[in-house]
């Protein structure tokens, strides 16, 4: 270990290694990659490390929640008196086993499930503290979808309004293809669920639903509902992570268009073999027609017809997470199994999925941070990351840091051939647009 970190700081340089900067390991306490790895991620997420640390300077004595663990942990690698090393988020860890059940284990947990959880508690959190109320999100309910795998049937009992959302309240997710309304046609529609962790369920049961149905391209995670209207007023964690999706829908026979917007922390997106993530993108936003079962229920028409339909891009987030759905659930295996289609994710994006109206359609993102699954299939296998700070490239195991060079990225592009076999693929990637660096 020690020689490790002497290592690392011998080979970026005493006189190169950033000012004020710390690479610190985090210990793994059975399992606990998952969580290592997004957290290394978020910490070198700029906005979204100054606003957890401005919390812990706001907050002398703060009620311990999971937030209060996160920013005690990110102020204790801030402040390390060595450059390098390790540090062990035992009080962190401890917080989240009790804070959701799911993660109380030392099994293998998906690492985006674990993101959609923490960004939406601390979320959750913020807005709690401002309405001076007790943080009750573990009873709230909002909480409770993540391995129920129940997502599609209880999708449209929570109408949610967000701030900037038109009425969503008829846009459940169901994914029984019974309802014949729009609103099950389309898995991006799982963002207005008001679950805040309703597609977490990814690997257990909501997303593996929408994968087997072969219509699906993409979802987006559901936003919490703000309860609110003192809580309208955007949080921090809105103003780093939140995007606006907007829908819209083409009645084919009176060509009237409505169109409906909605809320994200991250996009979902398939993933095709040889691509690049602006391929995954584009498919994101391809039109899509409703017909048959699926058909639209026009105001116009005031009946159902068949529709066109297409989601974009409306608001740009200030951080872009994407997350590359890996792992399919394969009808003939009764599994989920990981899919390591080569997937290119490039150093600077632009999107081009944007509307018409989009507010900042030309914002330039640069990938900031990217984790990674090794391994063969979800319930197995290892998380790491690599980060970019100060123009070098580090990749995080767990409690070892390394520098890479930016040519290792594409190592964990995907596999062109043997796509079932072990791989070090991109997971969740982090990208951070420019004009906020
Ligand atoms: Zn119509």
Redesign the pocket.
């Known amino acids: 270990m020690g020689a490790n970190v002497s290592q690392l700081e011998r080979e970026i340089g005493t006189d190169l290694f950033p000012p004020n900067e710390h690479y610190f390991g985090l210990v793994n306490f059975g399992n606990t990659c998952y969580s290592n790895s997004v957290l290394q991620a978020l910490y070198f997420c700029k906005p979204f490390r100054e606003k957890v640390l401005e919390y812990k300077a706001k907050n002398k004595r703060p009620k311990e929640t999971l937030l209060s663990c996160l920013a005690d942990l990110f102020y204790s690698i801030a402040t390390q008196k060595k450059k390098v090393g390790s540090i062990a988020p035992k009080k962190f860890i401890t917080r989240l086993r009790k804070e959701k059940e799911e993660f109380d284990n030392y099994m293998q947990q998906d690492a985006h499930e674990f993101l959609n959880f923490l960004i939406n508690h601390i979320n959750e959190i913020i807005l709690a503290e401002r309405n001076a109320g007790p943080v009750n999100s573990n009873n709230n309910g909002n909480n409770s979808h993540g391995k129920s795998g129940a997502g599609g049937a209880s999708g449209g009992t929570s109408a949610v309004h967000l701030p900037g959302s038109k009425s969503n309240s008829s846009h459940s997710n169901s994914t029984t293809n019974s309802t014949n309304s729009n609103s099950n046609s389309n898995s991006n529609s799982t963002t207005t669920n008001g679950n805040s962790s309703n597609s977490t369920g990814s690997l257990n049961g909501t997303t593996s639903v929408l994968d087997g149905s072969g219509i699906l391209t993409a979802t987006t995670t559901p936003i919490l509902p703000t309860t609110n209207g003192a809580n309208s007023e955007p949080t921090w964690v809105h103003e780093i992570f939140q995007g606006i999706l907007t829908s819209e829908t083409r ?6 268009v409505s169109s409906k917007d909605e809320n994200f922390f991250d996009l979902q997106v398939d993933v095709d073999q040889n691509t690049s993530i602006t391929h995954c993108l584009r498919c994101f936003s391809n039109t899509e027609t409703l017909c048959s079962d699926n058909k ?1 229920k ?4 005031c ?1 159902y ?1 068949e ?1 066109q339909k297409r989601m974009r891009v409306k608001k740009l987030p200030m951080i872009l997470a994407l997350h590359l759905k890996r792992f399919k659930y394969m009808e003939q295996f009764n599994r989920h199994i990981k899919v390591s289609h080569r997937v290119v994710f490039p150093l600077e994006l632009r999107l081009f999925n944007t509307s018409d109206d989009a507010v900042n359609p030309d914002r330039l993102y640069d990938l900031t941070a990217v984790v990674i699954h090794c391994g063969s299939g979800p319930n197995r296998g290892h998380y790491i990351s690599i980060v970019k700070s100060h123009g070098l490239w580090l990749l995080f195991d767990d409690d070892m840091v390394d520098k890479i060079e930016a040519s290792t990225i594409e190592d964990f592009y995907g596999l062109t051939s043997d796509i079932h076999k072990s791989s070090e693929t991109g997971y969740i990637l982090f990208y951070q647009s420019r004009d906020c660096a």
Do not use: I, K, R, Y
């Not at 009645?251 to 009237?256: A, F, K, R, V």
């Not at 026009?298 to 028409?301: F, L, M, P, S, Y």
């Open positions: 009645c084919l026979n009176c060509e009237t639209f026009c105001d116009n028409c009946s017809q529709a």
